[in-house]
């Protein structure tokens, strides 16, 4: 820009920008403004002042920048040309002073500045973790005599065998988890693993817990509800091992898991409520796991408890127990865990991932049985050795009869691929259904004979519930040759050709078998209460089985003393389901199944048959039932479709 005389003034001259600007800055014209009009004049007492600019100077109108026209003028003083034909006020908006080269360098600082608060954050963040991993190399060797000595006070004072820490799990106790679907498992070093918490740390962490803060259960009551959960229920399943699954140790890997086994637990509560408000607890941590980025074993195990230990819902539409069951099965899927794990794993560890893949191969194989759905679990070589993995170091005493159950559903599994078509067919035609039954019928029992004498080598004294799994096992053997011979009768009855007698004579044998073994044996071992629904409702569906045998299209082979027999042995099963009280924590599943047992009576067994109806039926066979129970009678009525 070009200066006149003032030039030479202002050519030596420093910048102040706190200092009045200089007059001749405003008495000198600018080659950018038309004529010699300044953007600034001075005031009388000689100050600068802003003077006002002419209208095209300033740009276009509101209406003509609307428009995205050019404004026309007439007289530099006056309206647009646009405007004054329209008659609209003709108003000029002022510019925003921006600096381009301002604005640029300032986004440049501040990109720059966020650059190095990030880097100064990862900085931070490394320097802390390696100090994490030192501190913590440091600590564990002179910590170990610390935390013996704690763990030796609180053994004494809990309950044995749950908060004591095995020697080969201390030394290690890494396991298997995957990060997304295409991850089959993660390594990691032994040492890195945590170990148990100290007795502060761990009351203090379990005061925090969403399950105690809630007041579902105190935390004086979390060691017993271990104990009940160890000593009743798990020693059912065989899921978790109460040498690697201590309180402190469960707590530290999966708060997830500690809660659910604690919500699983405050079933057998004597308080009112408390069971419904772990429960609830329970499935809010399953949701946050869901959502998580971490796939670990301890979450399929927990998702397995919800699954067979769900409470009971108000209608099949707000039941979530298969939700549960199918999150346990994806996730033993995803994390692969029959997959040999690496070499240097501790064999509780390793044992661990093997029985969590055993759980849930019966789980996938029993409800694909019951709906007739899609298997997803295949039958590896891990399943296919049972026989000798049972038998291994570092097992527990109900490993032989988890083994025993997923032999049996093998058996089961091969009749369904035949009858899926590998080759029968779809109408089962070209077979000959007696031996098909005599075959699958010696298959099964052979199984189950093996594994009678296994199990009788490896029992031990100290297992209190060596005889209530054994006959378990055994209603489980009924129950699937139950299933097997339902199929083979649906078949016949379809066709032309009616059921054998030899057909007919086994469904009714295999079915007052399995009846008979709940009444008998099971129930008044007083661990029912603690097994998983699921148990209940095979009873039943057993139970129904057996009535639907009745029916009018099985007249020529039922006698009256037969059908007197079924229905008895029905009326003592819905006795023994009944005996359960509702306790505290609401009505029992055993409660709901013997109402819907019952209406069952009253439709195949009324005629001939004086029997003594339940409290709250009547003629009609499902009158007095709620929706649950209605339900259920739905179901155990459609169960079996030869009736």
């Keep these: 820009m070009n200066f006149s005389s003032g030039e030479a003034t202002t050519s030596g001259m420093s910048f102040d920008p706190f200092a009045p600007v200089p007059q001749q800055l405003y008495t000198q014209p600018t080659h950018d403004m038309p004529g010699d009009i300044s953007p600034y004049d001075a005031s009388d007492d000689g100050s600068p002042r802003r003077t006002k600019l002419p209208r095209h100077a300033r740009g276009a109108c509101r209406r003509c920048k609307k428009l995205k026209m050019k404004c026309e003028y007439t007289d530099e003083s006056g309206p647009c040309t646009r405007c004054r034909t329209n008659e609209h006020a003709c108003e000029v908006e002022p510019r925003k002073h921006t600096s381009q080269k301002n604005a640029r360098s300032a986004l440049l600082r501040q990109v720059q500045r966020k650059d190095a608060l990030i880097a100064s954050l990862l900085r931070h963040v490394y320097s802390t973790m390696a100090a994490g991993q030192q501190m913590g190399a440091e600590e564990r060797g002179h910590r170990d005599d610390e935390d013996e000595s704690m763990q030796a006070d609180d053994e004494q004072q809990g309950p044995v065998g749950l908060t004591a820490t095995h020697p080969e799990s201390a030394a290690s106790s890494s396991r298997s988890s995957a990060t997304g679907h295409d991850a089959s498992s993660v390594k990691r070093d032994p040492s890195t693993l945590p170990a148990p918490m100290p007795a502060s740390a761990y009351k203090q962490a379990c005061s925090q817990l969403d399950l105690v803060r809630s007041g579902a259960v105190g935390v004086d009551e979390i060691e017993s509800l271990f104990s009940i959960f160890f000593s009743h229920i798990n020693a059912q ?355 709901l199944y013997a109402q819907a047992l019952r209406g069952l009576l009253l439709q195949y067994g009324r005629e001939g048959i004086s029997m003594s109806p339940g409290p709250g039926t009547t003629n009609d066979s499902v009158a007095g039932l709620n929706t649950m129970e209605k339900q259920l009678f739905s179901v155990l009525d459609a169960s079996i479709a030869f009736a």
């Excluded at 409470?311 to 099949?316: C, R, V």
């Excluded at 603690?530 to 139970?543: G, I, N």
Aim: aromatic fraction near 8%; proline fraction near 6%.
């Design 237 to 591: 399943i065989s899921l978790l091992d109460p040498a690697l699954h201590a309180p402190r140790q469960m707590l530290h890997r999966c708060p997830f898991l500690f809660t659910t086994v604690c919500a699983v637990a405050a079933k057998h509560l004597p308080r009112p409520g408390a069971y419904s408000q772990a429960m609830a607890c329970a499935r809010r941590a399953a949701a946050e796991a869901l959502i998580s980025n971490r796939k670990t074993v301890e979450m399929c195990q927990a998702y397995i408890l919800l699954g067979e230990f769900a409470p009971l819902a108000p209608t099949w539409e707000e039941d979530r127990s298969s939700l549960f069951r199918g999150l346990a099965i994806r996730l033993a899927l995803d994390l692969d865990l029959s997959h040999p794990p690496e070499p240097d794993l501790a064999p509780l560890e390793k044992r661990n991932l093997q029985r969590t893949w055993f759980v849930c191969a019966w789980l996938d194989w029993m409800s694909a049985m019951q709906s007739g759905r899609t298997i997803s679990f295949p039958d590896d070589a891990l399943l296919r050795s049972s026989s000798t993995w049972f038998a291994q170091s570092a097992g527990m005493p109900s490993d032989a009869h988890l083994c025993a159950s997923v032999d049996l559903l093998r058996v089961v599994r091969r009749f369904a691929d035949l009858f899926s078509g590998a080759g029968a067919g779809d109408d089962g035609g070209g077979v000959n259904v007696d031996a098909m039954i005599r075959v699958y019928d010696e298959a099964v029992t052979s199984v189950l004979d093996e594994w009678r004498r296994r199990i009788q080598r490896v029992r031990t004294a100290t297992d209190p519930m060596f005889s209530f799994r054994t006959h378990v096992l055994v209603f489980l053997y009924h129950y699937c040759k139950l299933r097997m011979l339902s199929v083979i009768l649906e078949r016949s009855v379809q066709s032309t050709e009616p059921a054998s007698e030899a057909c007919y004579l086994r469904c009714w044998h295999t079915g007052l078998a399995a009846v008979t073994e709940i009444v008998d044996e099971i129930a008044p071992s007083g661990n029912m209460q603690f097994s998983p629904d699921q148990l209940v409702k095979y009873t039943a569906l057993a139970a129904a089985f057996t009535l639907k045998l009745l029916a009018p299209r099985f007249a020529a082979y039922v006698s009256p003393s037969t059908k007197h027999v079924a229905v008895e042995l029905v009326e003592r099963l819905v006795g023994v389901l009944e005996a359960d009280s509702p306790g505290p924590q609401g009505p029992l599943a055993s409660q």
